[in-house]
């Protein structure tokens, strides 16, 4: 009978136990909560509306991109016929319509230089209801895992998450809306013109040997990477007499060899974006070799 007390009564005190740990982990958990709110208030640095936002500058791989919002659509001032991914901008303007730091380092730093913030590793600019907005971002902090941080004309640090450098990490033709081939696996006609002047049509129904070999050297073709843009820079990639594939009467590719092995341009229908190509096995080299004869 005390045996059965006993084990009651040590029974009781585990449920008392673990309630105790539930309760204190709640509490624990709301007061986080809490101090994460307050923490998240406290450190809110600006605030932008997407709509009002007209204007980008940034550094990208060394190099400083400009966008302007310009009748609806965005474009890049240095060359406005070049096609912006809207998509890609709106990723930019979502990251930074609100910008907050993960603390406040220093309310009024004497020396911006301690921060790398005079010499900044990168600078992002906004226009929002036509006025510049200028923002500074100094050297990395592992401690933090981000970077100070400042407005210009004021001498408040933050550290600031370094997913707003990240975002603006990327290469210069995932800004643009590339173009895309036509489904050439599923072309019932192809006419092909070479540099010299060889022609080969054929429907894709009935191929000789070589018209197959054709074929299959221009269904593998992937676009590899942009290169360039306009009409003006086609003679420096050999474009301006190219070799000439046109796709079911419609599509039309160009193409010309470049002066390093296994390089070949290409312009899509009447876009002047220039490309590189890439192709799977040994395609490429058939390519080139149609491309030449």
């Known amino acids: 009978m005390k045996k059965q007390a006993l084990i009651l009564t040590l029974a009781i005190a585990l449920c008392i136990l673990l309630f105790g740990i539930y309760f204190a982990f709640l509490i624990h958990n709301s007061a986080k909560e809490n101090a994460e709110k307050d923490q998240t208030a406290r450190t809110l640095v600006t605030r932008f509306t997407s709509s009002d ?6 550094n990208m791989s060394g190099r400083e991109i400009t966008l302007r919002r310009r009748n609806g659509r965005w474009i890049l001032p240095e060359n406005e016929n070049l096609p912006v991914n809207a998509d890609t901008v709106k990723t930019l303007i979502d990251e930074i319509e ?6 406040v380092i220093d309310e009024d730093a004497k020396d911006l230089s301690e921060y790398r913030l005079d010499t900044p590793v990168y600078t992002l600019k906004v226009t929002a209801h036509s006025k510049e907005h200028v923002f500074y971002f100094g050297e ?5 895992d981000g970077y100070y941080f400042c407005a210009k ?30 489904d050439i696996s599923s072309a019932t006609h192809i006419d092909f013109t070479s540099l010299n ?6 429907d894709t129904e009935s191929l000789t040997k070589e018209e197959k070999r054709l074929w299959d050297a ?24 190219p070799a000439i594939a046109v796709i079911n009467k419609t599509d039309r590719l160009r193409f010309a060899e470049g002066e390093e092995e296994d390089i070949i341009y290409l312009l899509v229908n009447d876009s002047e974006m220039i490309y590189t190509v890439s192709s799977k096995d040994d395609s490429l080299a058939i390519l080139l070799e149609f491309i030449n004869k």
Not at 98 to 103: E, L, Q, S, V
């Open 53 to 58: 936002i007209s204007g980008l500058s940034f």
């Open 98 to 103: 609100i910008i907050t730091a993960i603390r």
């Open 140 to 144: 990395y902090s592992k401690y933090y």
């Open 153 to 182: 004309d004021n001498s408040k640090v933050y550290i600031v998450s370094s997913s707003y450098v990240e975002t603006f990490n990327f290469e210069f033709e995932e800004l643009l809306e590339n173009d895309t081939l036509p």
């Open 197 to 202: 002047g060889a022609s080969y049509s054929f």
């Open 218 to 241: 221009l269904k593998s073709l992937e676009i590899d990477r942009f290169i360039d843009y306009g009409s003006d820079k086609y003679g420096t990639y050999f474009l301006l007499s």
